[in-house]
């Protein structure tokens, strides 16, 4: 729920962007990294977020497996030009390593 309306924001910032279900798996799994923003009064807000789609290529060279593909990379305005985006892209590094 908390995605489906956070994506909404995607159609504003991102060119040709679409909604995407994140519940669905019959061809792939979801993971959403979302970034906040921790204010001084220890509330949170949306920084930005990336999603990627995770399917299995049976015939990729050199060996088949999960493909992670980045399809929705969201810094908001505030918030650009402060490594946020490299930040993003390297959990995703992260994650394909199994950290």
Same mark, same amino acid.
């Given at each position: 729920?908390?995605?489906?309306?956070?994506?909404?924001?995607?159609?504003? *910032?991102?060119? !040709?962007?679409?909604?995407? !279900? =994140?519940?669905?798996? +019959?061809?792939?799994?979801? !993971?959403?990294?979302? @970034?906040?923003?921790?204010?001084?009064?220890?509330?949170?807000?949306?920084?930005?977020?990336?999603?990627? *789609?995770? *399917?299995? =290529?049976? *015939?990729?060279?050199?060996?088949?497996?999960?493909?992670?593909? =980045?399809?929705?990379?969201? =810094?908001?305005?505030?918030?650009?030009? +402060?490594?946020?985006?490299?930040? @993003?892209?390297?959990?995703?590094?992260?994650?394909?390593?199994?950290?």
């Amino acid at each position: 729920n908390y995605h489906s309306q956070v994506q909404k924001l995607a159609l504003w *910032f991102i060119e !040709n962007a679409d909604d995407v !279900n =994140v519940g669905d798996d +019959q061809s792939g799994f979801w !993971n959403v990294i979302y @970034l906040f923003r921790q204010s001084s009064d220890k509330k949170y807000s949306l920084a930005g977020y990336l999603s990627l *789609f995770h *399917f299995h =290529v049976p *015939f990729h060279k050199p060996l088949p497996g999960i493909i992670a593909r =980045v399809c929705q990379a969201l =810094v908001l305005p505030p918030y650009q030009g +402060q490594g946020h985006g490299t930040k @993003l892209m390297e959990c995703v590094y992260d994650l394909a390593h199994g950290k």
